[in-house]
DNA sequence: CAGTGAGCGAGCTTCCGCTTGACTT
């Protein structure tokens, strides 16, 4: 038995770590944290110093009782959890749990997963740090406090089941904020000049930086330029240059797969995951941007033998994001003479990525000479202005070049053609113009925020940790907060005036705007439950609150500052709100009056409702047992209530309608959750985008039937005589059979063709038999 | 899934941060 025991968080790290040490150590993982807090409330006791409840979580007792043993064979127990305040709790969490003693314990960490500095740490261990615990301690208490009394706030007040965090509610806050702006935002137009010089391989472009918000001064400008005599007033040339970026983070990382590779933040995780285990990368959720002494050693070698010397640059970077705890390395190639990698291509993909990333950020800066040319015309006082650029020396740029996000591609500026090339130009040169457009341009309103760049603002706060950022996105949205939505663009219209052989002609064109994928905004409900915290909880969804108590947070982890002291100070006042609010606040439901109908003047209103956001129609509660009830229609994917209007609105109570006959019985179009649909004899069939729900025709409605019938027919594989209901179908994950309400795949071993009708109940039985597995937590409401 | 919205009340929901599989009709 090695005398030896080694405890790391994560078993992947584990091995690698075996490798270095011989045998006479076990190294074993606890795969992160292996207590938590009780579920119950009363997990911290308040009148008590706030003292917490811990438990060994179902699916850590394993875990435990292994590692339990091993302990008691040991001799040293060294406890090697990450160098910061989650991994420190962790080790005393070990501690604790095992039973160990502080004899043979020893507490060692270490920054990289390299054979020297694991020998390094195990000559120098030390003792747990009980500051640096209770710095996680009150954070694990703070975090459950606030979460564990706002949501039952918001399930009194607004809805059952909903839930509001430290961090969640700042996302959402962030994606509501964007989405009003949006909503406020008044595009403006304006005018864009842009000249083109010269003939052939001469041509060049330059623009005026100035912009006419009236078309007829654009006109009188391209008017005033018939005649104008072009002239190069001045000509400077000066160096610019470079630098290559970080290597990555779990947040830079993720930012760029998205940009590069479409990758969500979740599918980026997962990959990474992929190229951790197989040992081809380093830790993936890591803020440090910082290589380790052979890892730049090994960049180094590489770039020389690739590139050669004059490539190279050795680079040492500082983290910039405030709350970085950095227990890790930067995301980089475990062996950077490793080109490619084996696996699939979201795996090979991901590891290019990361390779030229960490490659680039060792090697020198990219030259650049730039060129301003000043053009005047004589006939006007503003000045043209040409930008060219060339590239001397290309250095990182040979390997990798970071991309912007959409809203950092500015088209309001007039810096659009600085990567152009100049031809050879002098000062005093008179130009020939060939071509004078004035193009209408339109301000565009800000970005909404795709999950990546929600991750880059979070981390810009200091709100949410790598291991968080992709949890704390689905979070959101699973609560149905926010939604990850395509929306289809607009049409508009713009003009464009020409100058071209001293005649000027106008032009009308059109464009799409608008047009996103992927990007995250809010819900109703994500709405309603923001402004009430805004409302009633500022504190606690305040951007800065996070960054405020990480301050207090490192004066406890530095022992400056006593945690039940800071927790104290906190909880009183906040939970003095929380009584309050439920005493006086009223339930939210983001009613609006949209005005009265325009027939019958009853009062037409949106809110929220317990099945989601609805129109009403008519007063709720008369005290008039004669008057009539209220109509009601629930609004439509894509509606809202913040902005839907009477028209709109008015338009909901148009379906169900019925288009018509078919077989003997009638067809109705209606809006269900997922979407327009037309009712058939007990089917469904979706409407298609393209048609418009409220002026489906008959024969419509019957092609579209028909279409699914035969579409239904191609993946149906058999039917039986005992019971026609029960169909064995090719589904997109292979043949299926569907029996009753129940879905039951088929085992690859048998033929779905030559199926009995016994062999499928029986597949259906043990189906219904097998315990449910608790991968999914969307548990079915009865 | 497939057109619901009264009011009552039992019993449920919920946080963030470490980890990895199990899961997907």
């Known amino acids: 038995m090695a ?34 807090l009780i579920k119950s409330e009363d997990a911290i006791d308040i009148n008590n110093n706030f003292s917490q409840k811990y438990e060994v979580p179902a699916d850590k007792k394993q875990v435990v009782s292994e590692l339990k043993k091993l302990a008691k064979e040991a001799d040293f127990v060294w406890l090697a959890s990450d160098e910061d305040r989650e991994g420190e709790a962790i080790s005393w969490h070990l501690y604790d749990t095992l039973s160990l003693k502080e004899v043979n314990t020893r507490r060692i960490v270490f920054h990289e997963i390299t054979k020297p500095a694991i020998l390094r740490a195990i000559e120098n261990p030390r003792k747990i740090d009980y500051n640096l615990v209770n710095a996680q301690q009150a954070r694990r208490v703070l975090d459950r406090l606030v979460g564990f009394e706002l949501s039952p706030v918001l399930w009194k007040k607004v809805k059952p089941s909903l839930s509001a965090g430290r961090v969640q509610s700042v996302a959402v806050r962030l994606i509501v904020d964007r989405e009003r702006e949006i909503n406020k935002f008044q595009s403006e137009a304006a005018y864009k000049i842009t000249a083109i010089f010269d003939k052939g391989k001469n041509s060049f472009k330059a623009d005026l930086a100035e912009r006419f918000s009236k078309q007829e001064d654009a006109e009188k400008f391209l008017q005033d330029c018939i005649k104008a005599i072009f002239e190069i007033r001045s000509l400077e040339t000066k160096p610019a240059k470079r630098s290559p970026a970080a290597p990555f983070t779990t ?91 084996e696996g699939d291509s979201s795996e090979k993909r991901l590891y290019e990525l990361i390779w030229k990333r960490a490659i680039a950020s060792q090697m020198s800066e990219a030259q650049f000479e730039k060129t301003v040319a000043k053009i005047s015309i004589s006939t006007r006082k503003e000045e043209l202005t040409a930008n060219g650029e060339v590239m001397k020396f290309d250095g990182f740029l040979k390997v990798y070049l970071e991309s912007a996000d959409d809203d950092d591609e500015d088209d309001n500026n007039s810096l659009d053609n600085d990567n152009a090339i100049l031809p050879p130009l002098s000062k005093g040169q008179l130009l020939d113009l ?84 992927g990007k995250l905004s809010p819900t109703d409900i994500g709405a309603v439950v923001n402004d009430f915290l805004v409302q009633y909880f500022n504190g606690i969804v305040d951007f800065h609150f996070t960054a405020n108590v990480e301050k207090e947070f490192d004066e406890i982890a530095q022992g400056l500052k006593d945690w039940t002291e800071m927790i104290r100070t906190f909880y009183a006042p906040f939970h003095k709100d929380v009584e309050s609010t439920i005493q006086t606040a009223d339930k939210a439901t983001g009613e609006r009056e949209l005005g009265v109908h325009p027939e019958n003047g009853k009062k037409v209103s949106v809110r929220i409702g317990r099945y989601g956001p609805f129109v009403q129609v008519g007063e709720s509660n008369t005290d008039n047992e004669n008057e009539e009830k209220p109509l009601y229609a629930s609004l439509r994917t894509g509606q809202s209530i913040e902005t839907i209007t009477l028209e709109e609105a008015l338009e909901l109570f148009k379906l169900p309608k019925a288009v018509g006959e078919f077989e003997g019985k009638v067809m109705k179009v209606a809006i269900g959750r997922f979407g327009p649909y037309i009712s058939h004899n007990g089917a469904f069939v979706s409407l298609p985008k393209e048609i418009d729900p409220l002026d489906v025709t008959e024969e419509q409605a019957i092609e579209l039937i028909n279409a699914k019938r035969k579409k239904d027919a191609e993946k149906l594989i058999k039917t039986f005589d005992e019971d026609p209901t029960v169909k064995v179908l090719n589904g997109r994950w292979g043949p299926y059979i569907e029996f009753g309400k129940q879905n039951v ?23 219904e038999k097998a315990p449910k597995k608790s991968g999914r937590k969307f548990a079915k409401k009865k």
């Open 3 to 36: 005398k030896n025991l080694l405890i790391v968080e994560s078993p992947a790290k584990a091995k690698t770590i075996e490798g270095y040490l011989g045998k006479d150590f076990t190294v074993k993982s606890s795969y992160g944290h292996i207590r938590d």
């Open 251 to 341: 947040s830079t990382l993720q930012q760029e797969a998205s940009r590069k590779l479409g990758f969500s933040v979740s599918r980026t995780m997962t990959v990474a995951q992929k190229l951790y285990e197989a040992g081809n990368i380093t830790y993936m959720r890591t803020d440090s941007v910082n290589l380790s002494d052979t890892a730049i050693d090994a960049a180094r070698a590489e770039i020389v033998t690739a590139y050669g010397d004059k490539y190279y640059q050795k680079r040492t970077y500082k983290t910039k994001s405030a709350g970085a705890q950095e227990a890790h390395e930067a995301i980089r190639p475990t062996y950077f003479d490793k080109h490619t990698i």
């Open 745 to 767: 795949k088929i085992p690859k071993d048998k033929d779905p063709a030559s199926l009995t009708f016994e062999e499928c109940k029986a597949l259906a039985d043990a189906a």
């Open 434 to 517: 060939q071509e004078m457009t004035a193009v209408q341009r339109f301000s565009r309103p800000p970005a909404r925020y795709t999950e990546a760049s929600l991750v880059k603002k979070l981390e810009e706060l200091g709100i949410g940790r790598p291991s968080t950022y992709a949890p704390t996105i689905s979070t959101i949205q699973n609560r149905g907060y926010v939604v990850k939505e395509e929306r289809e663009g607009k049409q508009r219209a713009y003009e464009v005036l020409t100058l071209s052989n001293s005649n000027i002609t106008r032009e009308t064109k059109t464009e799409t705007t608008g047009a996103e994928r």
